[in-house]
């Protein structure tokens, strides 16, 4: 709370330590963005992030938690989370990947390596794309993209573009998680 508070943009309106006063807190608060934890007293994360998008789909959700098992990052997609971001990630990754979900990007932050191996379908992301998908993981809009990787916002764009046909995604979202169901990611 402190390291959010302390970011330009960033006002923390409300804090939970189980499930019940998180659900609580996002009716009081209706925030822009919750961070939800997987490990809650009462019922899990999970289920939270389920009983509240089953009241307030438009909810924008990310998942801050310390686990990097498979099932639980699917889990968290499958019920409605925006975004999965691992603790330990580094606090710009954070306040992007929090930007990401409000903005409705869709971010994955989870530690592995994309390997070069073609998809199933065959088709292969350049190196550049990789990178780029890298990035998408991590949250980071196409200005970003450009900026880190020395490169035009337009292009990055058309990187995102060839990621999102190549992997058959119609969103940000959508193209991490089939990085990681084909394999391309990895936790």
């Not at 990401?100 to 550049?128: A, H, K, M």
């Amino acid at each position: 709370a402190n390291l959010l508070s302390g970011e330009p943009g960033f006002s923390v309106v409300a804090q939970a330590s189980d499930a019940r006063s998180a659900l609580a807190g996002w009716r009081e608060h209706r925030p822009d963005v919750l961070l939800l934890d997987i490990s809650l007293p009462g019922l899990d994360g999970i289920e939270v992030l389920r009983q509240l998008k089953r009241e307030a789909p438009q909810a924008h959700v990310l998942m801050l938690t310390s686990s990097e098992a498979k099932e639980d990052f699917r889990q968290s997609m499958a019920a409605g989370a925006e975004g999965y971001v691992t603790k330990n990630v580094d606090p710009d990754v954070l306040f992007a990947a929090i930007r990401g979900v409000f903005e409705r990007q869709g971010v994955v932050e989870q530690q592995g390596e994309i390997p070069s191996d073609r998809d199933e379908d065959g088709e292969t992301l350049s190196q550049r794309e990789q990178e780029v998908l890298k990035l998408l993981r991590q949250g980071f809009s196409n200005g970003e993209i450009g900026r880190l990787l020395g490169i035009s916002r337009r292009t990055a764009r058309a990187h995102v573009s060839a990621i999102l046909r190549k992997l058959g995604a119609s969103a940000r979202t959508e193209a991490v998680t089939r990085g990681f169901e084909k394999g391309i990611l990895k936790i």
